[in-house]
């Protein structure tokens, strides 16, 4: 009996083990929708205005090509229950935006507005950012110029294209949060 206890023990455990991989591509034939594919899962998502780009560049509206791993999630806490993820959690303050100045030395990073201060507030009206993942894009080492902000987070209602992010509904996002951890592979395009 107790080895069977430990058999059933050991396949829960493996069950909520993060994924190894995520990989995201293209729709045929179009530009900003795409397929998130991890084991088990089959997600559609919106991409970037620009599509999917190796030379990602500030402002070009594109989804990078590459590989990344998740850094944390950001939660809007007043906007639903706290996810179920392997991954660090920080709840979204109203001073919280991220910088896309490429003339600051805070470039892509997150930082706290003061009154006046610019930056894409995480604090949205919309949903977008209720639930953000932020990934390891153009940090170690962030280049100037190369794209800032580029997270998973919640789609549109009409799934249109987003500035450069990968964005999905609020069901499978979280869906995929159980499954996310930091050593995941996302690998775009």
Known sequence: MPKKLTETKARRRQGSRPLEWV????????????WLVAKGMTIPVALG?????????EG??????GSFHPL???WRGERGTRPHTHL??????PDDAWCEDPASRHYN???????????????RDDHL??????????????ITGRGSAVF???ARDNFGPTAGCVAMTRGNLRRLLARLGPKTKIVIG
Request: charged share 35%; no cysteine; aromatic share 2%.
């Open 23 to 34: 990989q995201i591509r293209r729709a045929a034939g179009e530009r900003s929708r795409g």
């Open 60 to 65: 070009d509206g594109a989804t990078p090509r």
């Open 88 to 93: 660090p959690v920080r709840t979204i303050r």
């Open 72 to 74: 944390r999630l950001w």
């Open 152 to 154: 998973l987070h919640l």
């Open 49 to 57: 205005r620009g599509g999917i780009l190796a030379n990602k560049r």
């Open 129 to 142: 950012y209720d639930l953000i993942v932020e990934i390891d894009h153009n940090t170690k080492p962030r």
């Open 109 to 123: 990073r997150p930082l706290r507005l003061r009154p006046g201060q610019t930056g894409d507030r995480l604090t």
